[in-house]
């Protein structure tokens, strides 16, 4: 029986990334080739412009600092202009530019990236461990990203999908993902509440759980919430030391601040089984004006970790408090609270939530691999592995069209379970108005400007007549990913235009298969180069036996009973190997490869015959 192919569930984190798949019925979670689970989610060029990926781009970071990036996935889907971007690009020590959309294009080996080209590596590392793992190729996967995702990070998420050669049969949300995980197995029938925060963002989600059905019945977040903020306070407040103690600002220089952040995490990971950690950075920079060089040593109270951050713990509760609002049950009347991603190893956390729902949150769940191991589950059910689970999501977001006055329509209100559709009827508000503008927006506010603005598309050749004559009907669908399709009918002519809202991914078609064909080639040419240096070092092993073998039977008398022609054939043969060593060539490396073996056989084979005489 032909084996059916292995599906795999990614947890592409902020901070880390995962990959689990499920194996003999159970959910378990892939080793990278490094032999731990986590792959930290960061790429770099090096160098010798080398492409590195996961602990090996993270070790070479603080010497590395403009070449590397990390927490890319703070920045997908977003617009170059917002807030969050500009915030973000004053601690970030990589280059981030405009891209062609108001979308961003992060600098690094001499190019502009997009941001899912970047996600797209950090797949493709995750694919190859999966590879590694099953021995053959994986092309299909479950993706997850944080359930307060708008449409835009989740188009840029499945782009990032294409880019690194993966089918993403379903994007699904991590809190979901880790209820199902929680689920598996066990008979669960009630609310249950899961909180996610990780190292970027924040989630939470209420479920309802009966017979493997999971009903999601709210849902919302922060995706700039997370470990990363922590660390942030942590380097303020180093840098604010600093600068009183030697009046030198530490932000302005790029190394230092790699440094700095690295210290940062390790002293909040540190702080959750600890209630003192020192902070100790030698040599962090020089003075302007020449001298020696200045270190910073510092020591961090627990007390203190929560005193800078106690509004950012407040904010987690705030969240979940709206959230429950607005499942419409109170804390206690939950069956369990899970919680998940590895800032909820923070003490002060789950201090936080203990308080708020008046019980220990469930210790059951791994915090770091649940979500992935769901993702795997969901990978296997759609797959028609298991047909008993049925997850039911909603829309974190509410959906809608602008309308006169800068307000907005809503059409589709957050929570709703997906995949949904609803149609509006809109009328012309010009007498003899031939076109209509129809913007789709995304957020809560009442107001056109403040929401995400999806896509905007224009229905043309409307029927001339008096204002409030011609009605077009919108429809908007969102899919079971969350991903949003939009289309518009003139009423009186059956005139229709459906657009696909791929507003600020910032990747046309065009330019997402102009990147997945630049991908293959790189990906050919790693190979082959990989294939190059393997052979280059089999080649030049094989000529130092020779070389040693010749030695050996220049000294032996009449040469140890060589044939004539085998000396001679060797210094050819090794001659040749010289000539294309540096070629860029495989098939000539490995004849150089077979003569240089031939050789040596009828070196040794005669040396020892010559020995034994
Ligand atoms: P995740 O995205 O789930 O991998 O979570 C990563 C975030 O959790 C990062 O900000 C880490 O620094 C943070 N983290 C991991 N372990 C701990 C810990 N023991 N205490 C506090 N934060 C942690």
Redesign the pocket.
Known sequence: MAESEPLIGIDL????SIVATVQDGQPVVIKNRTGVALTPSVVAVSKNAKRLVGSIAKRQAITNPQETVYAAKRLIGRKFSSHEVQDALRSLPYAVVAGQHDDLRIRMGGRDLSVPEISAMILQELKADAEAHFGRPVTKAVVTVPAYFNDAQRQATKDAGRIAGLEVLRIINEPTAAALAYGFGRTVNGRVAVLDL??GTFDVSVLEISQGVFDVVATGGDTYL???DW?NRIIEWLVFGFAKEHGLDLRKDRMALQRLKDAA?KA??EL?SVRESHVNLPFICTPPGGGAALHLQATLTRDKLEDLTSDLAERVVGITTEVLGEAGVRPSELKEVILV???T??PKIVEAVRGYFRREPCKGVH??EVVALGAAIQAHALAGQDSELLLLDVTPQSLGVAIAGGYVRRVIPKNTTVPTSATEVFATSKDFQRTVKIMVLQGEHEMAQANELLGEFALTGLREAPRGQVEIEVTFDINAEGIVSVSAKDRGTGLRQSITVTASSGLTEEELKRIIEEQREYLLAARLSEELKTKRVELDSLARDVVDALTRARLLPGGGGLAADAMPRAEQALEHARRVRDAEDVAALTRACELLSGCLTQLRGSAQSGARR
């Open positions: 984190g902020t901070t880390n990780g190292g997370g470990g990363e660390d995490e909040k990971v959750s991603g590895g800032m190893r923070m915090p770091e």
